[in-house]
């Protein structure tokens, strides 16, 4: 009845059966049945926040009584507010609600609230109305008066309840209360007369209870809390993680309560002939003569045109409102719902039953006792032409092609006259992919150029008409912003940076019951560096990310088995488009590739003709449960599925992005320019930002330096940061205008005030001859930290700058010689001495050195081939560089050291390269003029 503790009593009420009884809350003394603990006996000095939790329950006849005591420890201001109101919930058709005491113990005294006058104020209050429900709850509080920290609030109640839907019987499903919760003394009893017939459980993990028989009366009682329960693995079934409880009952069997409810959905007489409901029975009879299709239209008819309501009131916790009802006033709950649907298949001459099922956890229902208070949920089973169909009234998005659909109830109680035990729910895979994915990737602007991406995902049964029922209700707005939340969760598969969207559209059609959101956008290039190639894994499909890993390790979890999840189907296909002018793509992995594996079937289909790849898998699982023993197997299936999934290897002689200056290759960036137009377009002003520094990035990538500082400006404009600033800074120096990047540089730093933000400025500072402003700034920010290598590699180039190479070249010794293990430190001491010249005495046998030991081989064969031509020796240096080339052929400073020595070697095809490189990187020609390169 405390607020905070308030779950323990409603947990009590909800899983017991509902009662006839009164809307004003009852006072009086205790029951003469229940055993009273002691005042003295409850300790006020502990700060254990339950002091008392006695939950004694008893079964007398065809009525059930519970009676609770508990205590509270106020220890802080924070209890004090949680605490300081007391409120009880009970239904008043379901049973009388009687407080006995409320009472205030302080310093050994003992303040009764009661006798004070105290009362609590009945409310009626639906707490379940935004869910759609309906239970006629009432609520009862009191503001307790005068409450202090430190108080122990003690509040005895007891509630009887019996139920005329049971037919008698009496039902009790009790949570109990488990460690890390501690309380000063707990338990939970429930006790019946001697020789009556009761059955009772208690578990999962729930001790030892304590079963007597004394004075006529048998009891069975848990000391608690319970020992905090072992923590189970991933992935197993629900009946393993379930609370315990201590379960009582007096039905006999599950035969028993399926009998005990079968008059409760007696159709008899349900559908009045010329009614409202006889006609529409009438319309789907006209339609078609298809017992398939008239379930469906059946089916269809009660989800969409009866809306949810759940009316637990006047008994309607297990009592269904009639058919006629529930059409006319086009609400109803899972048990409404069902009997109107039952009663229409009998009309259309369909052999039907009601059937209850558990939602959340059917896989336990085996393991527990027979009562009605084991289900949350009924469901109709049709059976047509010797096949079994579960039909449920409250789901969306049936239709033909689904109707054979299982839902992931796992157990079923058939409600019959002449009784049913449970029986098992057997899956099947759906006929109708849940979801269909088409994926085009677009690369046809080359292997360094964005994607862009057009995804179209169809959704059927329940996902589609959910998302129909969304789109019904949305807002031009709101629809935009779903077509970006889908758009980045299909991105983020793609690529980790995700992408822009360029457009997108979403709609439903209802007779198929299937919703379809298309998206288009730009991400990054699909293809990345690999072994000195340019390789696109295809990782948008599900193989690619398949992973089944369930540890099992601990002695306790050896025999848990995994829990498969529900049947599904899943179908996705990925088309990749390549440059049309660019044969010698090859296609890797398996791309036709079948397995069995965790109750699943992975079928994979693929196909390069030319230049188009496509590739389709589909995932069928039946679902259900696989043996422990069996994980180590169906883990190496899943590894080896996810290793076969398919590749493309880009020819050698794929087109870079350096390159694209060119008139040849510029008009492959058309597409994506307008895609990235559409997509700043696409975004409100001030959150364009985005859509300008990825297209940024593009220009600048592809060397159209004049257009990518433009975005930049604008990008700026919109939101300066540090980034946006250094980025912009970069490419004016890549274009020679060194002031221009040394002031975007300084508002970089001034944003941001990093290492990295004060080397680049530092290092641009020099090259422009300002090595004391340089200097100065480096030796601020350098904290001899783990950038301290990067900055004195800095101050060295400042310094050469400056005309004291020598020195530099003593501060990379020092380096080397404090961290030898270093080998990057070798490659900085051959690039440092090959471009300015100085300590060439001993470069090429350190050149050698890092060539020998490196773990990034362009870069270092880039170094030595500037110490060939240092040298003198360009044979040597155009080797190197080619070598890095074939490595990675990206490297843009190499591509433009290749064309130097080649036209010192008297290559006029070297000469078209030089120009290129003049037009479009002036700054690079410059700075490696100052290297001696001219």
Known sequence: MVARYASFVIGLLATTAPAFAGETVLYGPAPKWVENRDRAKIDTASNTAITLLDVQQRIEGETLSIYVDQAFKLASPESLTQSGTSTASWMPDKGDLTVHRVEILRAGQVIDVLKGGARYEVLRREPGLEQRQLDGMLTATLAIPGLQVGDVLRIAYSQSIRDKALQGKVQV????????????????????PKGMAVKWRAGPAAGSPRETVEDGWHTVSVPLPLPKREEMPQGVPSRFTRPPSLEATTFASWDEVSRVFAPLYSIKGAIAPGSPLAKEVAKIADKSPDPLTRAALATRLVQDQ?????????????????????????????????????????????????????????????????MPAAFDHVIVRAQIAGETYWLDGTATGTRLATLADVPPFRNALPIRVDGASLTAIAPRVPQLPMATVKMVIDQRGGVDIPALVTATTTFSGVLG???????GQASVEQKKQLIDSFAGSVFNTLSKTGGLVSDGEMSFDPETGMATITVKGIVSTRFGDRDGTKRMDLSALASANETFDFDRSRATWKTLPVDLGPARRMREEVEVLLPVDEPGFKLGGKPDYEVFYAGKTATRKGVLEGQRLIVSEEHAALGGELPSADIPVEKAKA??????????????????????QSAALKTRLAPVEAAYAQAIARAPVAERGAGLVGRASLRGGTYDLEGAIADYD??????????SYSRRGYLKRQLGRVDAAIADLREALKLSPSVDSAMALADT?????????????????DDMGDEHSAVVQVRTDVLAYAGKGDDGV??????????????????ASCWYRARFRVGVDGMMQICNQAVERASNAPAVLDSRAMAGIASGNLAAALADAEAALKIAPGQVSTQYVRAWIANAMGRSDAQSDLAYFRKVMPGLVQEYARYGLK
């Open 465 to 471: 008409s959910n998302m129909g029922a969304v789109l």
């Open 639 to 660: 590894l080896r599925l996810k290793n076969t999934t398919p590749f493309l290897t880009a020819p050698v002689t794929a087109a870079r992005a350096w390159r694209y």
């Open 173 to 192: 499903n009790s949570t109990l209360l488990t460690l890390p919760v501690e309380a000063g003394f707990a338990r939970t009893t429930v006790s019946w």
């Open 714 to 723: 604008k990008a700026i404009a919109i939101q300066p940061d540090a980034e």
């Open 765 to 781: 500072l020099g090259y422009a001859g300002q090595s004391e402003e340089a200097l100065k700034l480096l030796a601020e920010y």
């Open 306 to 370: 009866v809306s949810y309501l759940m009316n637990g009131m006047s008994g309607g916790n297990y009592v269904p409102q009639a058919p006629a009802q529930t059409w006319v006033s086009r609400y109803g709950d899972c048990k409404a719902k069902s009997l109107l649907l039952l009663s229409m298949l009998e009309a259309l001459g369909i052999e039907a039953e009601v059937v209850a099922v558990n939602s959340r956890a059917g896989d336990a229902l085996p393991d527990l006792l027979p």
């Open 810 to 827: 003593k501060e990379i010794d020092a380096l080397i010689e404090e961290k030898p293990g270093d080998t990057s430190l070798l490659n």
